[in-house]
């Protein structure tokens, strides 16, 4: 047999195999952080969806808004120096982990439930930024059925989507509590929202945020509550690929100086007086606010942002109270009340930790 | 029959007819009338619902949407001209061929093929032009692209593939069999979430393939096996003799092919493949579930504006009428086709 040339074969498939296998041992040596890819690149790819009312939207000049949108631009404000420098890319849900692992997307600003499962290596391996936006699963029934809280809807029916979360805390709410009821489930939300509508169920159960903005295209708005009790947790937070902590780092403190400015009460509005102020006006001497503003020391450079990023990202899009004002404050359609998501110096959770 | 109708003034002899087909009987009487009155109240409850209740601003205020998604607005008029592109080509090809100098006709093939490469062009870049990204691309411009696209791909692969699946060669035919086997087996949404989602993460860090790209070849390669079996079906109409008498006359296989038996498969498989190009282009709807902008898509990101919040069924209306027309102009396209080869394949 001509064992000579088959041998001689051989080894030449197996030497682009090598090749490979070294070239992937390497790797992850050479990787270079994303901060630096999205500064050379010019642009920040942002994953959205893009069809939540409030987060992400298209208007209809053809722009992308939302509080989801604004973190995107916050942080192409502080990185790139200008918030226009943002390449949108609409995500379903189904397929955002991995556009940003296979670095289609920089960073994920997508409603993402923070969990466990997520977060770990052994899981989806993201890493999170702080939560923008504290979300919970409400229920909403008509003003006139006289239904105010959970124990009111015993034996009624309950229209919920079907294959999502939503269903299992419901059960597992309604089982602890000991209160009986019916389901009623629905593939989409337009149709769980006219089956609601049409009378099918007393009751429908969703995120309260979802809920706000289908009561919002009803009719008569004002003859449907959400009410108080919250059956779950949903902190929502914008994301980026696990591994890469230069990258997660700068985001997470972007997200955190948009909390910070509002705690001292630095907005768009008046950002350029502060400023002034802090470096020849009366708060030349708050060594704090100096930093924060990146007037003096060397906070942003540290991140391997400009030391001004916080200025940059409240100049393009205000401190965190104002994005969510312009989005889902009072005089939106989109209305939700700030509860758990207002400053802890209101009483809420948002908490940035100190500029040191 | 015995009661065939009596001569009379056209009027009566009409309502001699009608009564015969809807009231002959207690019981046809009984379903003509439910059914008239079904009927009836459903077209006037969409009537008033469109005339009276609803609000179309959402279709008014979003038009450049529908249309050309959030295409650069400094350039729409590079998205609008391709469409106006293919507007004339659609209506020079079911004008009468006799209005039409001979050479135009002989062309128009040829316009259909390099109306893709066209829309690319005035599209994304060159010719001197800012480039536009893909992402940019949406609405029935990003759809008629994206069927356009699917055809120019399936057609030729599809062709291809009933060929190999009649050849001589084991191993080709085994190959496309098992193929067009497995993508039959597959449902549509399966194949575009793997190009989507799976693509991605095979190819080697630091390569990315555009969305709109993954997406044409992932409803490119589904829909080649269905046309190869179209043309498969066409093939197998050939009487064998054709062959022999080919053969006879010295054709290579090659002449064969191309000259005897494509011509005919082609014309007698053209109306299941219009049928796959229409559904071609509702399968692009399918897309929206995978974040694409097309007109289904970007119309879930209009649903989301606060302003238009509950406009659902507007929308949906909209579109249904949108689809529904390119459909139409669609298959009448094919029917004009299969018109003009009939007519010159004559014998």
């Known amino acids: ?356 | 029959m015995a009661d065939t109708p009596r001569p009379g003034p056209r009027p009566a002899q009409l309502l001699r007819r009608l009564r015969r087909g809807l009231f002959a009987s207690h019981l046809d009487t009984l379903i003509t009338v439910v059914l008239a009155v079904v009927c009836g109240s459903g077209l006037w409850s969409l009537l008033h619902w469109t005339f009276l209740q609803a609000d179309w601003a959402v279709v008014q205020d979003n038009i450049r949407l529908y249309f050309n998604g959030n295409f650069p607005v400094s350039q729409i008029w590079r998205s609008w001209s391709w469409l106006g592109l293919l507007g004339v080509l659609c209506i020079l090809t079911l004008m009468p061929s006799r209005l039409l100098p001979p050479a135009m006709v002989r062309l128009l093939p040829l316009f259909w093929v390099l109306i893709l490469p066209i829309g690319l062009l005035l599209l994304a870049a060159g010719l001197g032009f800012e480039p536009v990204k893909s992402r940019f691309w949406g609405g029935l411009q990003l759809s008629l692209l994206l069927t356009l696209g699917t055809i120019l791909m399936a057609l030729p692969l599809g062709i291809l593939m009933a060929l190999a699946r009649r050849s001589s060669l084991p191993l080709l035919r085994w190959l496309t069999t098992g193929y067009i086997e497995l993508m039959r087996g597959m449902p549509l949404i399966a194949v575009l979430f793997f190009g989507q989602l799976m693509i991605p993460l095979f190819l080697p860090e630091g390569w990315t393939f555009s969305r709109v790209l993954r997406a044409v070849l992932s409803l490119g390669f589904f829909m080649a096996a269905y046309m190869a079996e179209d043309v498969r079906g066409g093939l197998q109409s050939i009487p064998k003799t054709q062959l022999e008498a080919a053969r006879s006359l010295g054709l290579s296989p090659l002449l064969t092919i191309a000259l005897v038996e494509l011509p005919q498969a082609l014309r007698t498989a053209l109306p299941a493949l219009a049928n796959q190009c229409v559904a071609s282009l509702q399968n692009t709807s399918l897309l929206a579930y995978l974040g694409l902008i097309e007109l289904l898509g970007i119309s879930r990101s209009i649903l989301a504006n606060p302003n238009y919040l509950g406009r659902h069924l507007e929308v949906y209306l909209w579109l249904a009428l949108v689809y529904w027309a390119v459909c139409i102009l669609m298959t009448s396209l094919a029917r004009r086709v299969e018109h003009s080869l009939n007519v010159t394949g004559h014998h």
């Not at chain 1, 790139?80 to 890319?89: C, F, I, K, M, S």
Request: hydrophobic share 40%; glycine share 10%; aromatic share 6%.
């Open chain 1, 1 to 356: 047999m001509h064992a000579m040339p088959s041998n001689s074969l051989k080894r030449f498939a197996i030497m682009p195999l090598l090749l490979a296998l070294a070239s992937c041992a390497t790797a992850p040596e050479e990787k270079v952080s994303l901060l630096e890819q999205v500064k050379s690149n010019g642009e920040l790819r942002c994953g959205v969806s893009g069809r939540l009312p409030g987060f992400s939207f298209v208007t209809s000049e053809g722009a992308y808004t939302g509080l989801d949108v604004d973190i995107c631009r916050a942080v192409a404000a502080a990185v790139l120096g200008n918030p226009d420098d943002v390449a949108y890319t609409q995500l379903t849900a189904a397929q955002r982990f991995t556009a940003l692992s296979s670095g289609e997307i920089d960073m994920l600003s997508r409603n993402t439930t923070q969990t466990l499962s997520r977060d770990s290596a052994g899981g989806n391996g993201l890493a999170f930024a702080p939560v923008v936006f504290y979300d919970g699963q409400g229920v909403m029934v008509r003003k006139d059925s006289g239904i105010t809280n959970l124990e009111g809807l015993e034996d009624k029916t309950f229209c919920a989507r079907a294959g999502t979360t939503t269903e299992r805390n419901l059960n597992d709410v309604m089982q602890a509590e000991g209160i009986a009821y019916e389901l009623v489930k629905f593939e989409t939300p337009d149709q769980m929202e006219g089956a609601y509508l049409a009378g099918r169920c007393d009751a429908a159960t969703a995120d309260r945020s979802s809920l706000n903005s289908s009561r919002a295209g009803f009719e008569a708005p004002d003859e449907h509550v959400i009410l108080d009790e919250v059956l779950s947790k949903e902190p929502l937070a914008p994301a980026t690929v696990d591994g890469d902590s230069q990258w997660a780092d700068a985001v997470r403190w972007v997200v955190h100086g948009l909390m910070a400015a509002e705690e001292q009460g630095i907005t768009q509005g008046n950002i350029d007086d502060q400023v002034t102020s802090a470096t020849s006006g009366e708060n030349q001497e708050n060594a704090a606010i100096r930093r924060f503003l990146g007037i003096e020391g060397d906070l942003g450079a540290k991140l391997g942002l400009p030391n001004d990023f916080v200025v940059q990202a409240v100049r393009a899009v205000g401190n965190y109270g104002e994005i969510y004002d312009r989005h889902l404050g009072p005089d939106t359609p989109t209305f939700i009340p700030r509860g758990l998501n207002d400053s802890y110096v209101n009483g809420g959770l948002h908490y940035a930790p100190p500029f040191n």
